[in-house]
């Protein structure tokens, strides 16, 4: 199945992951701490679901219908934020209070207080588990809405991810669709050396599950597991996306230490300089 993106489509999306990934190196910047590197690996995965393929808006925030996600890697809410900011939930101005006191943007996202948030999530392994129980509400409930979960490579070491695949995989949640944001490093080092969940792909087939490999960055491939996922009857998919740890920032990629790093001021003028000349080419 191959499911092609226009040119007008792909062009959109990748100037709203380019505004994502400027507002999260600016957000991360002004709160002196956060989570740049994994949230910046995510944003292709995000703009894809926010405005590709999401039944998902402002005006239905809490919608029975709609589209569900759940951010399970809760650390990245800077991506998160940027991006319900670029569909409207939030004031782009109001990223900049990101982890102050008194900010409904704290570090981890927070279901109460924000529009757009499907769950609060932060301490890791927990979200899959969220997503299954709207995924089973929907079936019970004979609803069509479809729920979204992104986890990290890193989160796979938490064994209740491994209790909720089960789970889907039991009562058929088959529309449930997941992705691993799959950089390959983790706050102290590349998941191989931590504690590797090696090999991802097979692990979630042998829990029951369909699974596709893509490249994270690939907007048509994204799209396209996607709309692959929705034809698959009877089990969850998995959708294995290759991602590059702080990706648009040449400075950022593959680096370790911006797992949790804020840019000073200096570093920030550079990044965004440096994709504002990727948005204009």
């Known amino acids: 199945m191959v499911n092609k993106l226009s040119p007008e489509q792909l062009k959109e999306l990748a100037g709203r992951a380019t505004s994502i990934r400027r507002n999260i190196v600016s957000m991360v910047t002004e709160a002196k701490s956060g989570h740049p590197g994994g949230s910046l690996s995510s944003a292709d995965i995000l703009s894809v679901l926010y405005f590709a393929e999401m039944n998902v808006a402002p005006a239905k925030a809490k919608d029975p219908e709609r589209d569900r996600f759940v951010l399970s890697k809760g650390h990245a809410a800077p991506v998160l934020y940027a991006t319900l900011a670029e569909k409207g939930y939030l004031p782009v101005e109001e990223l900049l209070t990101l982890r102050k006191v008194n900010s409904r943007l704290q570090g981890h996202p927070e279901m109460k207080g924000i529009p757009g948030v499907d769950m609060s999530?932060?301490?890791?392994?927990?979200?899959?588990?969220?997503?299954?129980?709207?995924?089973?509400?929907?079936?019970?409930?004979?609803?069509?809405?479809?729920?979204?979960?992104?986890?990290?490579?890193?989160?796979?070491?938490?064994?209740?991810?491994?209790?909720?695949?089960?789970?889907?995989?039991?009562?058929?949640?088959?529309?449930?669709?997941?992705?691993?944001?799959?950089?390959?490093?983790?706050?102290?080092?590349?998941?191989?050396?931590?504690?590797?969940?090696?090999?991802?792909?097979?692990?979630?087939?042998?829990?029951?599950?369909?699974?596709?490999?893509?490249?994270?960055?690939?907007?048509?491939?994204?799209?396209?597991?996607?709309?692959?996922?929705?034809?698959?009857?009877?089990?969850?998919?998995?959708?294995?996306?290759?991602?590059?740890?702080?990706?648009?920032?040449?400075?950022?990629?593959?680096?370790?230490?911006?797992?949790?790093?804020?840019?000073?001021?200096?570093?920030?003028?550079?990044?965004?300089?440096?994709?504002?000349?990727?948005?204009?080419?």
Not at 141 to 151: E, H, P, S, W
Not at 159 to 187: P, R, S
Not at 237 to 242: D, E, F, L, R, S
Request: hydrophobic share 40%.
């Open 121 to 281: 999530t932060g301490s890791l392994g927990q979200g899959l588990s969220a997503a299954n129980g709207m995924a089973l509400a929907g079936k019970l409930d004979a609803r069509d809405y479809r729920v979204y979960a992104l986890l990290g490579d890193g989160e796979l070491e938490e064994g209740q991810v491994w209790e909720a695949a089960m789970f889907a995989a039991h009562y058929k949640l088959d529309n449930l669709t997941a992705f691993v944001d799959f950089n390959g490093l983790q706050i102290d080092g590349p998941v191989t050396e931590v504690m590797s969940p090696l090999p991802i792909p097979e692990k979630w087939q042998a829990f029951g599950w369909n699974v596709l490999v893509i490249d994270g960055h690939d907007y048509n491939a994204i799209y396209d597991a996607i709309q692959e996922a929705k034809t698959v009857k009877g089990k969850p998919t998995m959708i294995v996306a290759k991602t590059v740890k702080g990706k648009g920032v040449c400075q950022m990629e593959n680096i370790v230490d911006w797992h949790g790093k804020a840019p000073s001021r200096e570093e920030c003028s550079l990044f965004l300089a440096e994709l504002n000349e990727m948005e204009s080419q």
